[in-house]
């Protein structure tokens, strides 16, 4: 089975600093996705990524996907409070699953103030 | 717009206790799922369904029941309540095969003493 390993597991980073979480997978990638979650919340879709060499930003979030290295990333520029969360990625184990995914076990990130 | 709605938020059950999950959204999404998250683990599949009246296993199947007998509901059944049980459960629908963007709802959070 896919499995997917993210790095790091958690950090914590000052308000205003940049930070990058990593998505790797064992398996080809058919599509990436990325959602944020917070305590007590279910996960909000983020971005999804489909294509080598695709990236998309949504406000200060960018994340990209680098389909011969099987590794997608999320990068987050001068971060705020409010970025602080659970982040996970799901892929899509194979071509023909078409809506099951499998997910990472998360990066936890704090933002000090 | 309610999205996805899971009741309870929260259950404290006795081994050996049965009980259902519920799930439901109003999206009109053919495609619903249950997973369940547990510390540093992501987010596993126990079982999924691609319409009313089809439901299949996923990863960690189990000690759950599942039926879908509308588009809008989709419960998960404990058959008998297992400390090994314990663990948040999130239902998610999906919008279209073509996309796969799934839809969480706030999760149920179990415990089984």
């Known amino acids: 089975s896919q499995e997917l390993e993210q790095s790091p597991q958690s950090l914590i980073v000052q308000e205003g600093k940049n930070l990058t979480i990593n998505c790797t997978s064992s398996?080809?990638?058919?599509?990436l996705y990325w959602y944020k979650q917070k305590y007590g919340e279910g996960l909000i879709f983020l971005m999804m990524l489909q294509k080598g060499g695709e990236e998309k930003s949504h406000e200060k979030i960018t994340a990209k996907l680098d389909e011969k290295k099987q590794q997608s990333s999320l990068h987050i520029t001068a971060s705020q409070p409010s970025h602080a969360g659970i982040y996970l990625c799901g892929a899509v184990p194979r071509r023909e699953y078409g809506n099951k995914l499998v997910f990472g076990a998360g990066t936890i990130l704090r933002v000090k103030s | 717009n309610a999205g996805v709605t899971q009741t309870p938020k929260f259950q404290v059950l006795k081994t050996g206790q049965s009980m259902t999950l519920q799930c439901a959204q109003d999206?009109?999404?053919?495609?619903m799922s249950w997973y369940r998250q547990d510390p540093g683990m992501g987010l596993r599949l126990i079982h999924y369904s691609v319409g009313a009246g089809i439901t299949d296993q996923g990863e960690v199947p189990n000690g759950y029941n599942v039926s879908r007998s509308t588009t809008e509901d989709f419960p998960l059944r404990l058959l008998s309540a297992a400390p090994s049980q314990t663990s948040v459960y999130f239902c998610?629908?999906?919008?279209?095969?073509?996309?796969?963007?799934?839809?969480f709802g706030a999760g149920t959070r179990l415990s089984v003493l």
């Open positions: 398996k080809t990638l058919y599509g």
């Open positions: 999206m009109n999404h053919e495609y």
């Open positions: 998610a629908s999906t919008d279209s095969l073509a996309k796969n963007i799934q839809y």
